[in-house]
């Protein structure tokens, strides 16, 4: 299937400056990142906070240009934000934050916050409109008295409705969900997913969906790739990833996973700092942190690779027959 969106050795540097007289400096918060969604499929990119995460989804969304490689949405580059062509191309796509509070307006009722993105794009007569509000409303199991509240009169987890509600309002084709359910009950996180899932099945959205939290993120992805300091590190089948993860990171984060039932995995606890991008270490970024780290990893950035399994995998290790044993 052709895929929606593409990004292909995508990179996004920021330039710093520590301090007013500091020398400034170059973060790279995106790294040569190669992704696919395809209609109807969840990409789920998971990493821990800095790892560059939310900036793939901006550059997936148009609202970051990259520096080197590309985004495409149905093959077609992404047009500059304030073109002729931004408008149509954003209603085809659509963000969803964590903070459902922040990212409504107090004052505007339910059914005035999905409706905005309709009188935005000019989609539909008031009485169309009002329908269509109704019918969100519906689809994401808020009752209709709900429409006249205001965003503070409801629960967390209604709030996150109201809003995938006004996400979904322009039909968009591709969602961009950033921790979308962090800051909500876990029972709540649940159903969220489960309604993002069906959601999915109904209408053949694609999404990205970013997260820390691998369980989750196995919960709705079709595929994962997971991010460190800005790199994919490894991407592929979800089953395969967790039945057998190759990259040392990826097999922190699995065996952090609680498993069901009596086999448990030896948890791999790893030490040293958390990444930073703006102190990016030589060769692997992730070598202080690795416990299989070799000489060359200290000099080398290891290249991506595909494997026979279809994953990718940028780790020296990947490269070795033996690499699954390590
Ligand atoms: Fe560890 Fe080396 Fe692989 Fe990096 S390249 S993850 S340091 S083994």
Redesign the pocket.
């Known amino acids: 299937m052709m895929p929606l969106l593409t990004l292909e050795a995508a990179s996004r540097t920021y330039r710093t400056r520590h301090g007013l007289f500091g020398k400034p400096s170059d973060v790279r918060a995106v790294d040569r990142v190669s992704l696919e969604v395809a209609p109807g499929r969840t990409l789920g990119i998971v990493g821990e906070s800095g790892c560059g995460k939310s900036t793939t989804g901006r550059l997936a969304l148009g609202l970051e240009t990259p520096d080197a490689g590309s985004v495409r949405f149905r093959n077609t580059a992404m047009p500059p934000q304030g073109s002729a062509e931004w408008p149509a191309l954003r209603r085809h796509m659509q963000l969803v934050f964590q903070d459902p509070l922040g990212a409504m307006d107090r004052r505007l009722t339910i059914a005035a916050q999905i409706a905005e993105p309709l009188h935005i794009h000019n989609i539909g007569s008031p009485a169309e409109r009002a329908e269509r509000v109704a019918a969100l409303l519906r689809d994401v199991g808020l009752r209709p008295d709900q429409a006249a509240r205001h965003p503070h009169e409801l629960s967390g987890g209604q709030r996150q409705r109201a809003v995938l509600a006004r996400a979904l309002a322009t039909d968009p084709a591709l969602l961009v969900c950033d921790e979308p359910i962090s800051a909500l009950d876990v029972s709540i996180q649940a159903q969220i997913v489960n309604m993002l899932a069906d959601l999915q099945a109904a209408r053949g959205i694609a999404i990205l969906f970013i997260s820390h939290d691998l369980k989750v993120i196995r919960q709705i992805s079709h595929d994962i790739a997971v991010m460190y300091l800005g790199r994919v590190?490894e991407r592929g089948d979800p089953d395969t990833i967790f039945a057998a993860p190759i990259?040392?990171?990826t097999k922190a984060l699995v065996s952090a996973v609680p498993t069901p039932g009596p086999r448990r995995r030896e948890r791999i606890v790893l030490t040293g700092e958390p990444p930073n991008p703006a102190d990016r270490p030589t060769?692997?970024?992730?070598?202080p942190r690795?416990?299989?780290?070799?000489a060359?990893?200290?000099a080398e950035d290891?290249p991506a690779v595909t494997l026979p399994d279809g994953r990718e995998v940028?780790?020296?290790?990947?490269l070795t027959p033996d690499r699954i044993a390590?």
């Open positions: 590190v990259h040392p990171y060769g692997c970024a992730f070598h690795c416990p299989a780290a070799m060359l990893c200290r290891p940028a780790c020296h290790l990947a390590a």
